[in-house]
């Protein structure tokens, strides 16, 4: 007897943040959306820190108790430690598992269908060469399922999207370790990176509170630039956490969490004739500290809007999903590069070296700093600033020499 054959709309791979967006815009319009996560539940293992900015969750309107507000920002090198008010409409920390699983039922309750447990192994093609769907493995076996677009959602393997012969993948990439913890003496007002040879080489750690004494405390670093394994960093992190202002008197560990980010240019094409790739599938994290959901989010929300007006007009070929990846380029892709080429940069970085920056760094305003660590760089409000500031031309020079060239 022949595997079961299934058709839908639209296929989505992945229900992490990007593919639900997906889907829900897609649900929305209308059309019939099946999205398929291999684990058994939404967000079963975490995989991200989830600091972002307070306009992402505005932007979707995530349920207040999802996230925790932190009011400031601190950067610590074993030597030197700058902290800055960001005050309280800029960064907050996630509930990730609470955030995922709530896009989950937002995307339900539009009309999408979630198939848990099930694995994506390679895309079905027509005589053409388009995507027509995916092989699909669960409890009950192999099967196939054809689709009229296929968006690839799944994650840093963008498994997808190779098998499809869209983009080749991904060779560098961000790969971090994280302890959840309840540490009742850790200040859940600061959010922390640490910046350390010692602690992360060529990246970076943290600790990232999140409410009701509880804090991600992680390490991240780039494989292709070290071998060392992050893990390792995380517990001489925990053993020295002192050094960097971190009181873990009593803390207890509740889960561990590890994960891959592609730590590389956004990935080209990001569509093709039936299928488009999101969030980590297309590389779209942004670098300078490795964050992803918020452009996964409206990542997402492109991709779905897209592939729903292609679907409405009955053509799901490239030249239809193309508008997609031009709308994302135009908002995002200058920022990208630039955090891209930023990464590269900071990540040979020495401590002495990161001691100076950081002094740099405390002398500018913490709106441009945090637009700095998202990766959205006007170098129009940069060179302002430094105008203003004789005393740091030396640096402010250096930095928008650094980022023009970044986008040549």
């Not at 079961?4 to 889907?23: M, Y």
């Not at 299928?275 to 997402?300: K, S």
Request: hydrophobic share 45%; proline share 4%; charged share 25%.
């Amino acid at each position: 007897m022949s595997d079961p054959i299934e058709k839908v709309d639209a296929l989505v791979v992945g229900a992490g943040p990007a593919g639900l967006s997906a889907a829900a815009r897609i649900a929305e319009a209308g059309f019939e959306v099946l999205v398929l996560e291999r684990q058994a539940s939404v967000a079963e293992h975490v995989r991200t820190s989830g600091a972002t900015a307070i306009a992402t969750v505005e932007r979707v309107g995530l349920d207040r108790d999802l996230y925790h507000v932190v009011k400031l920002l601190r950067l610590s090198t074993p030597e030197t430690t700058v902290q800055m008010k960001c005050g309280e409409d800029a960064l907050c920390v996630l509930d990730v598992r609470g955030t995922y699983r709530w896009l989950a039922a937002k995307a339900t309750e539009a009309g999408a269908q979630l198939a848990l447990a099930s694995t994506a192994e390679a895309v079905l093609t027509d005589p053409a060469g388009a995507v027509s769907g995916c092989q699909v493995r669960d409890a009950d076996g192999s099967r196939e399922i054809h689709a009229r677009v296929v968006v690839d959602a799944g994650g840093h393997r963008a498994q997808m999207s190779k098998s499809s012969g869209l983009h080749p993948g991904f060779r560098r990439f961000g790969v971090g370790a994280e302890w959840e913890l309840v540490a009742p003496e850790v200040d859940q007002d600061e959010l922390v990176l640490i910046l350390s040879e010692r602690h992360a080489p060529s990246g970076y750690a943290w600790a990232f509170p999140w409410g009701d004494e509880r804090v991600r405390l992680g390490v991240g670093v780039h494989h292709s630039d070290v071998r060392s394994s992050p893990r390792e960093h995380l517990e001489t992190l925990r053993e020295d956490a002192g050094l960097f202002g971190l009181d873990l008197t009593d803390a207890t560990a509740r889960e561990f969490h590890y994960g891959l980010v592609p730590a590389a240019p956004v990935a080209s094409p990001m569509t093709g004739d039936g299928i488009v790739a999101v969030g980590d599938a297309a590389g779209q994290a942004t670098l300078v500290v490795g964050e992803g959901i918020r452009i996964a989010l409206v990542a997402g929300e492109m991709a779905g809007e897209t592939a729903a007006a292609a679907l409405a007009g009955g053509r799901t070929d490239h030249a239809a999903l193309l508008p997609y990846e031009e709308r994302f380029r135009k908002e995002f892709g200058r920022d990208l590069k630039i955090g891209y080429q930023l990464n590269r940069r900071l990540s040979s970085y020495r401590d002495e070296q990161w001691n100076k920056r950081l002094l740099f760094l405390e002398s500018m305003p913490p709106s441009l700093v945090l637009d700095l660590l998202q990766s959205r760089v006007d170098l129009t409000d940069i060179a302002a600033w430094a105008i203003r500031h004789p005393k740091q031309w030396r640096h402010s020079g250096a930095l928008v020499r650094a980022l023009a060239s970044s986008l040549r």
